[in-house]
Antibody, heavy 122, light 110 residues
Framework: QVQLQESGPGLVKPSQTLSLTCTVS??????????WSWIRQHPGKGLEWIGY???????YYNPSLKSRVTISVDTSKNQFSLKLSSVTAADTAVYYC??????????????WGQGTMVTVSS | EIVLTQSPGTLSLSPGERATLSCRAS???????LAWYQQKPGQAPRLLIY???SRATGIPDRFSGSGSGTDFTLTISRLEPEDFAVYYC???????????FGQGTKVEIK
């Protein structure tokens, strides 16, 4: 059973770079067939898709965040990572990693990490 | 970008009642790529429905989805105590305009 787990600092200073990692267990990113995404949720608000990466390294980002986002993959560690630069208080949110369900659940997120709260504050 | 608008914002119902949640898209959405999620406080969203009407593994049959084009509905036939939560719809448009979510509908105990 595939599981996802986010990790990274819970507090980031304004103007710095937010860095999070998602570790995949119970399955291999390299097996292909799935897009691996980052999604965030501002406190008390809805969900915002940030971007995805495929095992090959191809990426696509939400146009509203594209200039500040980088998603990378390390297949040897079975991890993918998010970097969000020049953060402000508006980037304070719970950050989730999630799997697009592939052929089983086309373009629906069938597996989610538990989420990690990131606060941007000095 | 396709905007999803959910209504109502809050639904106040009693256990055993029927819940009908709406999701309207700003332009036509492929039924193959319309999903519904349930989220409880402090938890990640859980996939309920994909392809507009197919239940994900392990989802009780009291949950059903329907709709096409710009109008989609999630129905909970008889509310159980564990169903009180926030529900989100989500669509996938294309590789150039991927995933967007609705703002959510909260189903609360009346």
């Amino acid at each position: 059973q595939v599981q996802l787990q986010e990790s990274g600092p819970g507090l980031v200073k304004p103007s710095q770079t937010l860095s999070l990692t998602c570790t995949v267990s119970g399955g291999s990113i390299s097996s292909g067939g799935y897009y691996w995404s980052w999604i965030r949720q501002h406190p008390g608000k809805g969900l915002e898709w940030i971007g995805y990466i495929y095992y090959s390294g191809s990426t696509y980002y939400n146009p509203s965040l594209k200039s500040r986002v980088t998603i990378s993959v390390d297949t040897s560690k079975n991890q993918f990572s998010l970097k969000l630069s020049s953060v402000t208080a508006a980037d304070t949110a719970v950050y989730y990693c999630a799997r697009d369900g592939g052929y089983g659940y086309p373009h629906a997120f069938d597996i989610w990490g538990q989420g990690t709260m990131v606060t941007v504050s000095s | 970008e396709i905007v999803l608008t959910q209504s109502p914002g809050t639904l106040s119902l009693s256990p055993g009642e029927r819940a009908t949640l709406s999701c309207r898209a700003s332009q036509s959405v492929s039924s193959s790529y319309l999903a519904w999620y349930q989220q409880k406080p402090g938890q990640a969203p859980r996939l309920l429905i994909y392809g507009a009407s197919s239940r994900a593994t392990g989802i009780p049959d009291r949950f059903s989805g329907s709709g096409s084009g710009t109008d989609f509905t999630l129905t909970i036939s008889r509310l159980e105590p564990e169903d009180f939560a926030v529900y989100y719809c989500q669509q996938y448009g294309s590789s150039r305009s991927p995933w967007t979510f609705g703002q959510g509908t909260k189903v609360e105990i009346k």
